[in-house]
């Protein structure tokens, strides 16, 4: 892991961090523990794009489901909510 603490950043300022981040994503470490991630611009992009696209695929899914009569209606939320339980057990 890619990492440096807080108190680095502290210290050195943002250059730290510039540093670090020619290793990829740098994980902050704070009170021995890693709390944040940064990331480049390019590779925050990426990241958006990927989640994007899994939206996209997530709802052509259903989409196709809801075309193929895959689906349930409930009577209202409390219904829904009790089959969302009793699926998970």
């Known amino acids: ?51 994007q696209e899994t939206a996209r695929e997530r709802l052509r899914a259903s989409l196709a489901d809801l075309e193929a009569g895959r689906t349930n209606r409930y009577a209202d939320a409390d219904s829904l909510m009790r089959a969302l339980d009793a699926d998970e057990a």
Not at 13 to 36: C, Q
């Open 1 to 51: 892991m890619n990492s440096i603490p807080a108190q680095e950043i502290k210290r050195r300022g943002i250059a730290a961090v510039d540093e670090a981040l020619h290793k990829g994503p740098v994980h902050i470490i704070k009170n021995n523990r890693p709390s944040y991630v940064v990331l480049t611009e390019d590779a925050y992009a990426e990241l958006q794009e990927a989640q």
